[in-house]
């Protein structure tokens, strides 16, 4: 069986930069895995055929009856600028140390490499942003490959998941709306993340978002929801409510209250 899914016909993935990967270790003071390496050499990230982890502990994703197993469907590129949007977003979650995001499934289960216990081989763990829960995945790459599986085929033909199917462990967008209009930030800031996560009333979401940026006058709060905002730009089309330019002229309106410079670059990049 392939490992790459070779039926996205338009998924153009960039070739391996052998300099990116030098720097990428030197940040982490640690060598990457070599098959995570080979795997990128032949297709430096993209969805893949297997879109399943087995596990042996409970999540939010499964449960024993259907066998447990937690979503990878996807490897991330390998490049700097990747990388640090890794480092940014692991943060964002508390997650710090020598840590790097490589793949993700289905928009709620981030994966990544922890080099803190090692700098040879990293362990392999998954954040569920759904709960803000960790889960210590395996010991290695390679176990982590020997545990991948498909579940495709496991689906009845003729039936597929609905958005509700997905997100049936998710607040729904009415309890998202209520925890903004709440006076506890950090619950606001969660569920603006979850709304981003569910990509429902993406317009409405930027308006929100854009209306936090104008109004913050606190450094921290303003860094996060510039953060947001930027996010959605780059991984929705918003382009007829919000250009990438008008965010930008709108971060450097903050400067006085604080340096969103890292994050214009990003917006410029992605133009």
């Known amino acids: 069986m392939n490992f790459w899914d070779e039926s996205l016909e338009d998924e153009v993935a960039l070739l391996l930069n052998k300099e990116d990967v030098k720097q990428i270790e030197k940040e982490l003071g640690a060598h990457l895995p070599k ?30 009856e259907d066998g447990l197993h937690l979503p990878l469907n996807r490897f991330k590129s390998l490049t700097v600028e990747e990388f640090e949007d890794g480092v940014s977003t692991l943060a964002e979650w508390g997650l710090t140390g020598k840590l790097m995001m490589f793949g993700e499934g289905q928009g709620s289960y981030l994966w990544y490499f922890d080099f803190d216990d090692t700098s040879n081989e990293p362990h392999i763990w998954c954040l569920d942003i759904s709960d803000e829960t960790t889960h210590f995945v395996a010991e290695s790459f390679d176990q982590l490959l020997d545990h991948l599986v498909s579940r495709n085929g496991q689906v009845e033909s003729g039936v597929e998941l609905t958005h ?58 303003l860094d ?44 410029e990049s992605d133009m």
């Open 35 to 64: 098959k995570y390496i080979e795997k990128l050499e032949e297709q430096n990230g993209g969805d893949l055929v297997f879109d399943s982890v087995n596990v042996d502990f409970e999540n939010t994703w499964s449960d024993e």
């Open 164 to 221: 509700e199917d997905v997100f049936a462990d998710y607040p729904s967008m009415d309890e998202i709306r209520e925890t903004i209009a709440g006076d506890d930030e950090d619950e606001r800031l969660m569920a603006y993340r979850m709304w981003l996560t569910r990509g429902e009333d993406v317009k409405e979401l930027v308006i929100e978002l854009r209306r936090r940026v104008q109004e913050s006058n606190d450094e921290d709060e």
């Open 224 to 267: 996060s929801y510039a953060e947001l905002l930027a996010q959605v730009l780059m991984d929705r089309s918003v382009e007829d409510y919000l250009t990438h330019e008008q965010a930008i002229a709108l971060f450097n309106e903050k400067e006085d209250v604080s340096d969103l410079s890292y994050i214009v670059v990003q917006l």
